[in-house]
T-cell receptor
Framework: GQNIDQPTEMTATEGAIVQINCTYQ??????LFWYQQHAGEAPTFLSY??LDGLEEKGRFSSFLSRSKGYSYLLLKELQMKDSASYLC??????????WGAGTKLIIKP | DSGVTQTPKHLITATGQRVTLRCSPR?????VYWYQQSLDQGLQFLIQ???????AKGNILERFSAQQFPDLHSELNLSSLELGDSALYFC????????????FGPGTRLTVT
């Protein structure tokens, strides 16, 4: 079957760095997406990786290793507004998105 | 603002009733997706339409149905509602090409009493 694993919850301190991991097993691979979702709001697109390596976008970076079925989202200089759920989603061979359950990130002052 | 609109924002109804949720995709997007998200749960993919045709089906109950119209807006019909159907229902759209990101609407919060 298809499976995406992320930690359920993480806690970090304002100003620090946090890494949210995602491992996947899917039928084929056509890219991996990260979304941010604040409670009660719609998910918003953060990043897309299809090749191995690191993609940097401001305070957020996303890494992919296709051979290991592994990705991480790195958030630097954490701000209180970064408290949200972070969703990992993989596009399979049929170009369907398989969603992880999300990681709830709690930022403490 | 993602450019995806959903109506209504909130809906309160009784068990056994039927409701229709509406979604207008971003201008130019051909694909529409419907998701259900219960309280503190992950996104559950329900169904996808591409240019008026059903393209993929997820965990959609038989009591639920959807369609995409020629102007590309979509409707999700939920019937014989149960308490467990209370959730946030999101619509998302994408350009429709392979590996394009999805843009989500603000959601419709359905409460079944």
């Amino acid at each position: 079957g298809q499976n995406i694993d992320q930690p359920t919850e993480m806690t970090a301190t304002e100003g620090a760095i946090v890494q949210i991991n995602c491992t996947y097993q899917t039928s084929g691979f056509n890219g991996l997406f990260w979304y941010q979702q604040h409670a009660g709001e719609a998910p918003t697109f953060l990043s897309y990786n299809v090749l191995d390596g690191l993609e940097e976008k401001g305070r957020f970076s996303s890494f992919l290793s296709r051979s290991k079925g592994y990705s991480y989202l790195l958030l630097k200089e954490l701000q209180m507004k970064d408290s949200a759920s972070y969703l990992c989603a993989v596009m399979d061979s049929n170009y369907q998105l398989i969603w992880g359950a999300g990681t709830k990130l709690i930022i403490k002052p | 603002d993602s450019g995806v609109t959903q109506t209504p924002k909130h809906l309160i109804t009784a068990t056994g009733q039927r409701v229709t949720l509406r979604c207008s995709p971003r201008s130019g997007d051909l694909s529409v997706y419907w998701y259900q998200q219960s309280l503190d749960q992950g996104l559950q993919f329900l169904i996808q339409y591409y240019n008026g045709e059903e393209r993929a089906k997820g965990n959609i109950l038989e009591r639920f149905s959807a369609q995409q119209f020629p102007d590309l807006h979509s409707e999700l019909n939920l019937s014989s509602l149960e308490l467990g159907d209370s959730a946030l229902y999101f619509c998302a759209s994408s350009a429709g090409g392979e590996a394009s990101e999805q843009y989500f609407g603000p959601g419709t919060r359905l409460t079944v009493t």
